[in-house]
């Protein structure tokens, strides 16, 4: 690689190259698509397809097979990778795929269905082959997913300078390992060494005096969120896999993390918003309508309950049809109250910040911000009110409304999801729905209710 | 280091082990505090000092300040990290920074106060102080900031045996680095090759020809949010950092990236939810009310053209007065529809998926999806307000509003965060707060509307 090519990589995704890609692929120009896509990063080829429409997608992809390389099916975005697989000819699939190490393959399967995984899997060598079919044996959303097979590994009571000769004569080594990983005579892991660490070592200098003093591995049966946690938490960059017994089994490096971190942003950030974790911006129409729909269908029966609360009330809204106008702003109002609390407390949850430790005190917290919170708005509403229908006992029934409103929010907040986690459920799940649905009524019947009382 | 050591280090911060920490802190026992907090990592420390009480923190740091290095002042809140180094005596606090590399020394030291800085940097030796002063003249938030200055680099002439003999007689070496930087005469990096590559090639072999395909750096005033993002997209372990001229000043890794990453997440789903993005678990509930009270008060204002809007209707409400019962139902459904279409917009700007190239796509698939949406929440809920209510017309006009305010929905939760986006603010600010404005004042204007034209 010359200095030249280098620096011609780094050609990033500019709406320009979209643009003039599209405008290739419309005139038919194989060659000319060819040769705007070949300084494009896998990952950026990935985005492009992504973000066409799926006709332009499939006159691309006709038009390009042989840039559609084994990087760009493990890039692109799993909401497409069932459709651009079948527009692709066999023998593409097949030679993308044998490009890949064995992790970035089962991560390509696993949202595959039968038949293309069978002609995925018929594509590899044996050895590919088994070494997929034993990572596919771990559950889902595990760490035997995640990891990959192929592992540098030294005996604990090496030196230096034999582990730099046994590498310098290594047949084939994983594309990217940061660690050498030393085990003892049953293959489990003592601790690892840093590449650094041993470059900068003299030659006879022994690999035990040179390991990090942080050492941690995982179960291959652990949760990929666990994984994930502990690499944020400890600045990992890799980490050996064990089995049951504690043997060494894979190793997990920190690009692997780093996707299941983001995933599992994605995933809070699209639940607690009501939507379809899987949703994309790739997706059709049709496609948003399944992911959306039966949220929006959930919470057309709780705005319900809302309807029948004040439907109870109905004699009073008749005698001040006034209050009518007013007394959403004491439910909207909750609404925004109680996803605050909420965004906080599921982030916290999270990061594992929100803990048995501090529940009681971060209950008690939002306990005391919701009272503040309530009083504060309760004193420009209050005042607003009562200037605005020139009616002091509107504005004592709104202000008092508002009270329990915004502590009610506030708790709900921040009880509402730990309740779930409590439950092993995800404490984004539906977070949002609940807390609303409760702050809806809540704020309804505390102005109806207070009103019928104070101003009948 | 030896292998029970080793395993002794992979201690966590459990529930019982917290307990037992903040009994020991009770009884004053120092050396029992000592013993509990001496196998945590500094991340696990920093968390339980986030976790416990302000005035549990202050009695635990009185006793244990021997176990509080820099490695845990680098990992601590934001949120707590001024409370935690005004709590600690002066030579603790110097001997934990001088221990730092100087990019974790410019991250404590960019939340502090003025008289705290200088408290630190006079602890510095000379050469560490001149070096974070020059971070900190980069802009806040920049590549510059983020970047360790010690970098590894090599002439790009070199071969293996040179770089290993060069790291093997080398002074001072960072604590982590994955690649040497090949550099030209000028100090421009050329490429750069892995540790790992080093490792396994023979000593003859010139550096050039194992460099990486991929290469990218970033220059010292980009800023941090682009440099989360290249990372992310082509998962750099490390990228060198050039001046406006192209020359090597630095190199961020990994672990400093990632950390960007996590709190642009973290910013985004606060900011979505009006939150203040400084919002922290370990904050009281004055901090709380400061953080939350603002946009609260913007949402009372907010609410209160809705309440404007409904009061123009009041002679409609007083001679049908169970609209005001359902009229909360096509708002409430308008609000999280566009929440739905928020929270995927806005992570698909964060992750780059939404460009100019697709955005005109996007927001008529949006268009196409609060349709759908629309026919499938008015077919329920005008059977059902017809059949509950006995009135024909009352589903009719149920219906229509609720097709209204979905498309309403679903375009603002677009057309939002890309508008903020063009005008070069966060399109996460404020969004959730326009776009609830947008379907609660649509939805009463849509339904009071049609039933006054419709109904009377």
Known sequence: MTEEQAIREEDGLEPERVEAILEAVEAGDGAGVTRLLEPLHAADIAD????????????????SSGEIDGDVLSEIDESIREEVIEALPDNVVADAVRELES???????????????????????????????QALSYPEHSAGRLMQREVVVAPAHWTVGEAIDFLRGADHLPDQFYHVILTDPRMKPVGYVTLG???????????????EDSFRTVEAADPEADVAYIFNQ??????????ADGRLVGVITIDDAMNVLDE???????????????????????????????????????????????????????????????????????GIGGTQSLAVAVRALATRDLTASNAKRVVLRELGAGVMNGLGLALILGFGGALVYGDVRLGIVLGLAM?????????????VPLSLERWGLDPALASGTFVTTLTD???????????????L
Chains 1, 2 share one sequence.
């Open 48 to 63: 492009l397809l992504e973000q066409i429409s799926p006709s332009e997608r499939s006159a691309l992809l006709a038009l």
């Open 103 to 133: 992790d970035d393959v089962v991560d390509i399967l696993e949202d595959l269905d039968a038949p293309q995984v069978g002609r995925i899997l018929s594509a590899l060598d044996r050895a590919d082959r088994v070494a997929v079919e």
């Open 197 to 211: 660490r041993i470059l900068s070592s003299a030659r006879e200098a022994r690999l035990t005096t040179i390991v």
């Open 234 to 243: 400890y600045h990992l960059i890799s980490c050996p896999v064990v089995d």
């Open 264 to 334: 599992e942003h994605e995933e809070d950030m699209l639940l607690l918003a009501g939507v379809g974790e899987e949703s994309s911006i790739s997706d059709g129409a049709l496609e948003t309508v399944k992911q959306r729909l039966p949220w929006l269908v959930v919470n057309l029966f709780t705005a319900s309950i809302s309807a029948f609360v004040i439907s109870q009330f109905e004699s009073t809204i008749a005698a001040l049809v006034s209050l009518a106008a007013v007394m959403p702003i004491v439910s909207s109002t909750g």
């Open 403 to 415: 009270i329990t409103n915004q502590i009610v929010a506030a708790m709900g907040g921040v009880l």
């Open 441 to 455: 009524v809540m704020g309804y019947l505390a102005f109806l209710g207070l009103a019928t009382w104070l101003m």
